[in-house]
C-alpha cells in the first residue's frame, strides 16, 4: 500500500503538482504533525488524565479520587479495563451517529471528547438522562434525554469511562484490543438493569 500511494504521489510530482518535498507518511513523521496524520495518535491533557487517575478497585469498577468512575488501562496502553470496552462498544451502537465515531463530533454534535474535559460526572449523568437544549442566533443543538431508554442508561458508567479516557488521551481511536474479564459486579447490575 505504501508503495502504490508512493507511485501515486511520484507520478502527481513529476507531473508538476505536488512538490517533493511534501511527501511525508504519518509513520515517518515526527511530533505534533504525526498526531494530525495519524488517527490513532493519543492527545494526551495532562491535567485531565492526572484527574482520572484510578485510585481505587471495587471489583473491576476502577474509581478516582472524588469516587467517580475512570478508567484503567495497561499492557502498555494496550489493555483497557471492562468499562472502557462496554462505554466503547455502547458507544459506537448508540451514540456515534450524532457525535462521530470515536467521541470526534460531528457537523451538528459537539465532539464528547472534548466535553467531558470539563463536564463532571453528575453534569454527564444529567445531560445523558434528561438532555439538553442550547438554542440561540447562531445555533440550534438539542440532545435528546435518554433517561428511560436501558440501551443507554444501564451503560451510563461505560460510557462515561469511554469518553473520560478519550478526553484525557490515554486512549485513541481503537478498538480495545485487549480487555480485564467482565466483573461479577456488573454482570449483575447489567441483569437487574435490563430486567432479566
Not at 454534535?109 to 460526572?121: C, I, T
Request: charged share 25%.
Amino acid at each position: 500500500m505504501k508503495t502504490i500511494a508512493l507511485l501515486g504521489l511520484v507520478g502527481a510530482a513529476v507531473l508538476g503538482t505536488v512538490p517533493t518535498a511534501t511527501l511525508v507518511f504519518a509513520q515517518d513523521a515526527k511530533g505534533d504533525f504525526a498526531n494530525k496524520l495519524d488517527p490513532n495518535a493519543k492527545e494526551i491533557d495532562e491535567p485531565v488524565l492526572k484527574a482520572a487517575a484510578a485510585v481505587k478497585d471495587e471489583d473491576g469498577k476502577y474509581l478516582d479520587k472524588d469516587g467517580h468512575p475512570t478508567f484503567r488501562i495497561t499492557n502498555d496502553g494496550k489493555k483497557v479495563d471492562w468499562y472502557t470496552y462496554g462505554g466503547y462498544r455502547r458507544y459506537h451502537a448508540e451514540c456515534h451517529v450524532c457525535h462521530g465515531p470515536d467521541g470526534m463530533g460531528s457537523t451538528y454534535a459537539p465532539a464528547l471528547k472534548d466535553s467531558l474535559k470539563r463536564l463532571s460526572y453528575e453534569e454527564f449523568y444529567g445531560i445523558l438522562a434528561g438532555g439538553k437544549q442550547d438554542v440561540n442566533n447562531t445555533s440550534n443543538q438539542v440532545m435528546p434525554a435518554f433517561g428511560d431508554n436501558k440501551n443507554v442508561m444501564c451503560y451510563a458508567n461505560d460510557l462515561y469511562v469511554y469518553l473520560r479516557a478519550r478526553a484525557a488521551g490515554a486512549w485513541g481511536r481503537a478498538r480495545p484490543a485487549e480487555k480485564e474479564d467482565k466483573p461479577e459486579a456488573y454482570k449483575k447490575a447489567e441483569t437487574e438493569c435490563l430486567g432479566g
